[in-house]
T-cell receptor, first 117, second 114 residues
Framework: AQSVSQHNHHVILSEAASLELGCNYS??????LFWYVQYPGQHLQLLLK??????LVKGIKGFEAEFIKSKFSFNLRKPSVQWSDTAEYFC???????????????FGRGTQLTVWP | EAQVTQNPRYLITVTGKKLTVTCSQN?????MSWYRQDPGLGLRQIYY???????DKGDVPEGYKVSRKEKRNFPLILESPSPNQTSLYFC?????????????FGAGTRLSVL
């Protein structure tokens, strides 16, 4: 079965610290990759996505992620976090080959990021 | 404004009392989906629909029903709710089901079953 692993359940940082959240998936075929963010009490919002091409993708609010196919990873990074980045972050994977489970997004369990001012 | 609208946002009910959570999108999207979010488990797909009258089970369909009679609406039905269905529910939609399609999420419905 398809699985998505997020290595950290809860990350606590001070403002201006650098952030890296790990995400690995278990499927060997072609995929679309996503990071969603959920601010307290809000719905999921797309942070960034990878479909094809340059494996380093940039998203909103200074976030970026790098797709490393050989490692089945799509880690999220930000050089300097802010208090307003406090939220829960979800990695999601969609298989894109024919015959795969159509359109389904598989989510990791989420990483709660807390940034202290 | 393009959006996915869920109602109600909050619901408290008792075991066995049938309920429906509505979901509507105004983007003419073909693909719609329901997820439940539980602490430590992330989001798990309940049901999805690739188009009108086309629905299929996700990972956790037990205890739920859906229908897709119109393109814009995808209600989630709990015929006989139980306490283990207490959760935060999200509806999502995307233009198509295939690659390079982004799913947009509703604001969520927090359900408590007593």
């Amino acid at each position: 079965a398809q699985s998505v692993s997020q290595h950290n359940h809860h990350v606590i940082l001070s403002e201006a610290a650098s952030l890296e959240l790990g995400c690995n998936y278990s499927y060997g075929g072609t995929v679309n990759l996503f990071w969603y963010v959920q601010y307290p009490g809000q719905h999921l919002q797309l942070l960034l996505k990878y479909f094809s091409g340059d494996p380093l993708v940039k998203g909103i609010k200074g976030f970026e992620a790098e797709f490393i196919k050989s490692k089945f990873s799509f880690n999220l990074r930000k050089p300097s976090v802010q208090w307003s980045d406090t939220a829960e972050y979800f990695c999601a994977v969609k298989r894109t080959d024919r015959g795969s489970t159509l359109g389904r997004l598989y989510f990791g369990r989420g990483t709660q990021l807390t940034v202290w001012p | 404004e393009a959006q996915v609208t869920q109602n109600p946002r909050y619901l408290i009910t008792v075991t066995g009392k049938k309920l429906t959570v509505t979901c509507s999108q105004n983007m003419n999207h073909e693909y719609m989906s329901w997820y439940r979010q539980d602490p430590g488990l992330g989001l798990r797909q309940i049901y999805y629909s690739m188009n009108v009258e086309v629905t299929d089970k996700g990972d956790v369909p037990e205890g739920y029903k859906v229908s897709r009679k119109e393109k814009r609406n995808f209600p989630l039905i709990l015929e006989s709710p139980s306490p283990n269905q207490t959760s935060l529910y999200f509806c999502a939609s995307s233009f198509r089901w295939g690659e390079k399609n982004i799913q947009y999420f509703g604001a969520g419905t927090r359900l408590s079953v007593l």
